[in-house]
T-cell receptor, first 115, second 118 residues
Framework: AQSVTQLDSQVPVFEEAPVELRCNYS??????LFWYVQYPNQGLQLLLK??????LVKGINGFEAEFNKSQTSFHLRKPSVHISDTAEYFC?????????????FGQGTILTVHP | DAGVTQSPTHLIKTRGQHVTLRCSPI?????VSWYQQVLGQGPQFIFQ???????GRGNFPDRFSARQFPNYSSELNVNALLLGDSALYLC?????????????????FGSGTRLTVV
């Protein structure tokens, strides 16, 4: 079985400061990893994905994440946040194979950017 | 091109009632997955259907059922509604049964149906 743990339920930060949202995962097989953003009363928007290759992946809106297999982590970072980044962020994985299309999500991290 | 469409966007039901939620995938996508997102939590996998067959089922009671039609649209049915079934129900479509094929990730979510059980 696979699981995803987001280590912070809430992260407050001031505008233009850097931010890191932490995600650890557990799996006995290789996984694909994703970060999604959800704005209030909306669906999920894909920020970035790790499928293979370079462990540093870049996504939309200036976000990036680093896949660390030895530490089973996939932390999300942004060097300078904006008020508009205030939202809930979800880390997710897919284990491929007989997991088919199933995504396993973490509990979410609410990022609040203060002026 | 239309994305994943879900209907209705909101509905209110009474405990014990039955509800049907609908999802139309992206044109050309043959697989639909359903998720439940309770307030303050991450989405939980309910079902995946591919070519009208169930390909995955999450840890949900038998009150939850789904089906996929020949045009690849899908319905999620929930019987004997409980207050705890109040949630955002998300539908997602993928071209095939796998979320990732080669270097392509084809997962697209709809905006969801907000179900409130009173």
């Amino acid at each position: 079985a696979q699981s995803v743990t987001q280590l912070d339920s809430q992260v407050p930060v001031f505008e233009e400061a850097p931010v890191e949202l932490r995600c650890n995962y557990s799996s006995s097989v290789s996984v694909y990893l994703f970060w999604y953003v959800q704005y209030p009363n909306q669906g999920l928007q894909l920020l970035l994905k790790y499928l293979s290759g370079s462990t540093l992946v870049k996504g939309i809106n200036g976000f990036e994440a680093e896949f660390n297999k030895s530490q089973t982590s996939f932390h999300l970072r942004k060097p300078s946040v904006h008020i508009s980044d205030t939202a809930e962020y979800f880390c997710a994985l897919n284990a491929g194979g007989t997991s088919y299309g199933k995504l396993t999500f973490g509990q979410g991290t609410i990022l609040t950017v203060h002026p | 091109d239309a994305g994943v469409t879900q209907s209705p966007t909101h509905l209110i039901k009474t405990r014990g009632q039955h509800v049907t939620l609908r999802c139309s995938p992206i044109s050309g996508h043959k697989s639909v997955s359903w998720y439940q997102q309770v307030l303050g939590q991450g989405p939980q996998f309910i079902f995946q259907y591919y070519e009208k067959e169930e390909r995955g089922r999450g840890n949900f009671p038998d009150r939850f059922s789904a089906r996929q039609f020949p045009n690849y649209s899908s319905e999620l049915n929930v019987n004997a509604l409980l207050l705890g079934d109040s949630a955002l129900y998300l539908c997602a479509s993928t071209p095939g049964v796998l979320a990732v094929r080669g270097n392509n990730y084809g997962y697209t979510f709809g905006s969801g149906t907000r179900l409130t059980v009173v």
